[in-house]
Every structure is written in C-alpha cells, then in structure tokens.
T-cell receptor, first 110, second 114 residues
Framework: RKEVEQDPGPFNVPEGATVAFNCTYS??????FFWYRQDCRKEPKLLMS???SGNEDGRFTAQLNRASQYISLLIRDSKLSDSATYLC???????????FGAGTRLAVHP | DTGVSQDPRHKITKRGQNVTFRCDPI?????LYWYRQTLGQGPEFLTY????????KSRLLSDRFSAERPKGSFSTLEIQRTEQGDSAMYLC????????????FGPGTRLLVL
C-alpha cells in the first residue's frame, strides 16, 4: 500500500466549477501535510499547508481529518490557470522527507 | 535568480553511459534533497544532505547511484551504467534549517536513456 494515495483523475471541469480532491495517508504519526501544484514538465510548487482547523487561501480550502487520515483540497470558481496536477504531500519527521502522492490531474475548460 | 538551480536541464544518453547532474541550492540552505519523478507518479525521495553529510538514502538509490555534497554547497548526483529504467526527472530541493518543513524545488533534470 502506498503511503499517500490520491485519485489520479483527470478531473475535467468547466470554468467556474467547484472541484474537490481527496487524499489518504497511511502513517498515523505523520505531523504535517501539504498540497503542491505541478504544471506540466515543471517542478512542484507549494500551494498550501493543511491544518486540522482547516486552511483557506482565496479560492482554495484545505482540510485535514486526522482520525480518518484524510486530506482534502477544495477549489472554488475554477480558472483555466488552475489546470495542473495537484500533489498531496506528507512531511515525514526525522529528516524532513516529503512523501508525495501520485497526483490528481485537473483540466479546467472554457 | 536566487532559487534552486539544476544543470543540465535535459540529458539524453545511451544505455551503459555514466551521467552526472548538478544542483545548486538556495544560498545558506544547509539541507539538500534529491528526488526522482517518473511519468504519472509523484516525486520519490532518493537522498538527503545536511551540510556535507549524507544522512539518509532511499533503497531506490542502487549501487549505481552516488551523490555528493563536498563543501556543503552544491551537490552532484551520478548514475553509472545507466539503464532505460533510469529515465525520469531528477529534482533537487533545499531547505533552510532543521525543523523547516518547506522545501524549495529546482526545475529538475530530465534524463532519457536510450
């Protein structure tokens, strides 16, 4: 079983739609969680951190459910520029290793 | 540009050849990481340096792979006797200090082994 699992998609949505991505992780001792965005053939870039209390940044909202070991990302009012792969990431303590899911592809169309 | 830089950006080689990639982290970042990303997958951890010390290596890093960070600044990743399965994007990231969870990624080196 992979340490971080995501639905690979793709999610094809029209502009203005709301879309939600989910992720599960296997290590209950994990402390920190993130969503990264990766554009085609580019490096991953930090989108936002995920906290138990929830985290909102503009149109993006991230949630963490520790009991279920479940992380979510909600994107409201999708833009064409949101088209990318969204990577769910768990921070492994000790040596600060990031453990990535395989990513969920989002395609926003006009 | 003061971000993480990697060189070369692309490399095409024949099976059996050796290749070496370079990573220059953000200045004064003492932690440096190498990851590998294959098509359709997320990046996978390969190895990690704190200053010049290599502190952790993934089992993905076979004997053909070696990484160095001789002066605690730039790092090199060498692959000997390349195989077609080594074709991937090799990403370098740096982090400023112990306990920092944020890693800053370079643009990657895309390797194609023919």
């Amino acid at each position: 079983r992979k340490e971080v699992e995501q639905d690979p998609g793709p999610f094809n949505v029209p502009e203005g739609a709301t879309v939600a991505f989910n992720c599960t992780y296997s290590n209950s001792a994990s402390q920190s969680f993130f969503w990264y965005r990766q554009d085609c053939r580019k490096e991953p870039k930090l989108l936002m951190s995920v906290y138990s209390s929830g985290n909102e940044d503009g149109r993006f909202t991230a949630q963490l459910n520790r009991a279920s070991q479940y992380i979510s990302l909600l994107i409201r009012d999708s833009k064409l520029s949101d088209s990318a792969t969204y990577l769910c990431v768990v921070f492994s303590g000790g040596y600060n290793k990031l453990i990535f899911g395989a990513g969920t592809r989002l395609a926003v169309h006009p | 540009d003061t971000g993480v830089s990697q060189d070369p950006r692309h490399k095409i080689t024949k099976r059996g050849q050796n290749v070496t990639f370079r990573c220059d982290p953000i200045s004064e970042h003492n932690r440096l990481y190498w990851y590998r990303q294959t098509l359709g997958q997320g990046p996978e951890f390969l190895t990690y340096f704190q200053n010049e010390a290599q502190l952790e290596k993934s089992r993905l890093l076979s004997d053909r792979f070696s990484a160095e960070r001789p002066k605690g600044s730039f790092s090199t990743l060498e692959i000997q006797r390349t195989e077609q399965g080594d074709s991937a994007m090799y990403l370098c990231a740096s982090s400023p200090f112990a306990g920092s969870e944020t890693q800053y990624f370079g643009p990657g080196t895309r390797l194609l082994v023919l």
